[in-house]
């Protein structure tokens, strides 16, 4: 039979656990930011702002379009188009057209999310 000390340590364990997996688990910023790295420079526009943007890279210009809450490629010279069947909309979402030389990110208020060694 139960005592009542033993459902208090119960009940003070399960919230301990809890709350640690709280401060543990990671958290996603909310994404506000796309960061666009091509030869040309990095580019950091908002994210909500509806806006179409075309940046160089060796094979040509990729037009990428800011809508809402989300970013896509509209077009690039790159041979295969993988880049334009893709889109992101989180922090740490990513769009990378490789043969063009560009990157697309998504990131939170500019603080480092994750740390990796």
């Not at 000390?5 to 709280?22: N, R």
């Given at each position: 039979?139960?005592?009542?000390?033993?459902?208090?340590?119960?009940?003070?364990?399960?919230?301990?656990?809890?709350?640690?997996?709280?401060?543990?688990?990671?958290s996603r910023a909310?994404?506000?930011?796309?960061?666009?790295?091509?030869?040309?420079?990095?580019?950091?526009?908002?994210?909500?702002?509806?806006?179409?943007?075309?940046?160089?890279?060796?094979?040509?210009?990729?037009?990428?379009?800011?809508?809402?809450?989300?970013?896509?490629?509209?077009?690039?010279?790159?041979?295969?188009?993988?880049?334009?069947?893709?889109?992101?909309?989180?922090?740490?979402?990513?769009?990378?057209?490789?043969?063009?030389?560009?990157?697309?990110?998504?990131?939170?208020?500019?603080?480092?999310?994750?740390?990796?060694?």
């Amino acid at each position: 039979m139960l005592k009542k000390a033993d459902i208090i340590i119960a009940l003070v364990c399960v919230l301990t656990v809890a709350g640690l997996s709280l401060l543990i688990l990671p958290s996603r910023a909310p994404a506000q930011n796309v960061i666009i790295t091509c030869d040309g420079g990095r580019y950091i526009y908002q994210l909500g702002q509806d806006l179409t943007v075309s940046v160089p890279g060796p094979l040509g210009l990729t037009v990428i379009q800011i809508s809402g809450s989300s970013v896509r490629v509209l077009s690039s010279p790159c041979p295969g188009g993988d880049c334009m069947r893709m889109s992101a909309s989180k922090s740490g979402d990513f769009i990378a057209c490789l043969p063009n030389r560009v990157m697309i990110t998504i990131g939170g208020d500019g603080e480092v999310d994750d740390v990796a060694y």
